[in-house]
T-cell receptor
Framework: QKEVEQDPGPLSVPEGAIVSLNCTYS??????FMWYRQYSRKGPELLMY????GNKEDGRFTAQVDKSSKYISLFIRDSQPSDSATYLC?????????????FGQGTELSVKP | GAVVSQHPSWVICKSGTSVKIECRSL??????MFWYRQFPKQSLMLMAT?????????EQGVEKDKFLINHASLTLSTLTVTSAHPEDSSFYIC?????????????FGPGTRLTVT
C-alpha cells in the first residue's frame, strides 16, 4: 500500500465548476500537507499548505485536512481553463530527515471553456 | 523570492555519454536540495537528498555511481548522469529548502528534460 493515494483522473469539468481533489494517506505521523500545481513540462508550484488539521482558504482555493480520517482535499471554486494542470498532494512529518516530501500520484485536471 | 533555476532546461545526449544538470537557488541559501525524476503521467520520484558539504543520501534503488550529486555550495547542486542510456530519458527536477523554514517550504526548479539517443 502506498503511503499517499491520489486518484490520477483525468478529471474534466466545465468552466465555472467547483472542483474537488482528494488524497488519502496511511502515515499518522504526517503533519504538513501541501498541494502543488504542475503545468505540462514545468516544475511543481506550491499552491497551499496546511499544518495539522483544519481548513485554509486562499482566493478560489480551499485546502482541508481531516487527520482523523487521514484525508485531505483541495477545492477550486469558479474553475478557469488556466487551472488545467496536474495537481499533486504532498505531505511530510517533522521527524523526516531534511524535510523529505511524500507525493501522491497527481490528478490531471482539464477545465473546458 | 525563493526562486530555483535549472540548467539546461532540455538536453539530448548520445548513449554512453555523461550529462550534468545544475540546480541553483537564486535568492536564498539552500542547505538541502532534492533531486527527483518524473516519467510522463507519473508523480515525482525522489532520487536523492543532498546537504551542502556532505554526501548525498540516495533513495533505495537509485544507483549512486550512475547519478552523481554534488552540493558544494549553498546555492548550487549538480546531478551528473554518467554513461547515460535511453532508459535514463526522463524529466529531472530539483528542489531546495533551507534550515529554519517550515517543513513545507521546498521550492522547485522548472525541470530538465533529458533525452538519451
Amino acid at each position: 500500500q502506498k503511503e499517499v493515494e491520489q486518484d490520477p483522473g483525468p478529471l474534466s469539468v466545465p468552466e465555472g465548476a467547483i472542483v474537488s481533489l482528494n488524497c488519502t494517506y496511511s502515515n499518522s505521523a504526517f503533519q504538513y500537507f501541501m498541494w502543488y500545481r504542475q503545468y505540462s513540462r514545468k516544475g511543481p508550484e506550491l499552491l497551499m499548505y496546511t499544518y495539522s488539521s483544519g481548513n485554509k482558504e486562499d482566493g478560489r482555493f480551499t485546502a482541508q485536512v481531516d487527520k482523523s480520517s487521514k484525508y485531505i482535499s483541495l477545492f477550486i471554486r469558479d474553475s478557469q481553463p488556466s487551472d488545467s494542470a496536474t495537481y499533486l498532494c504532498a505531505m511530510n512529518s517533522p521527524r523526516n530527515q531534511g524535510g523529505k516530501l511524500i507525493f501522491g500520484q497527481g490528478t490531471e485536471l482539464s477545465v473546458k471553456p | 523570492g525563493a526562486v530555483v533555476s535549472q540548467h539546461p532546461s532540455w538536453v539530448i545526449c548520445k548513449s554512453g555519454t555523461s550529462v550534468k544538470i545544475e540546480c541553483r537557488s537564486l535568492d536564498f541559501q539552500a542547505t538541502t536540495m532534492f533531486w527527483y525524476r518524473q516519467f510522463p503521467k507519473q508523480s515525482l520520484m525522489l532520487m536523492a537528498t543532498s546537504n551542502e558539504g556532505s554526501k548525498a543520501t540516495y533513495e533505495q534503488g537509485v544507483e549512486k555511481d550512475k547519478f552523481l550529486i554534488n552540493h558544494a555550495s549553498l546555492t548550487l547542486s549538480t546531478l551528473t548522469v554518467t554513461s547515460a542510456h535511453p532508459e535514463d530519458s526522463s524529466f529531472y527536477i530539483c528542489s531546495a529548502s533551507t534550515v529554519g523554514q517550515g517543513a513545507y517550504e521546498q521550492y522547485f526548479g522548472p525541470g530538465t528534460r533529458l533525452t538519451v539517443t
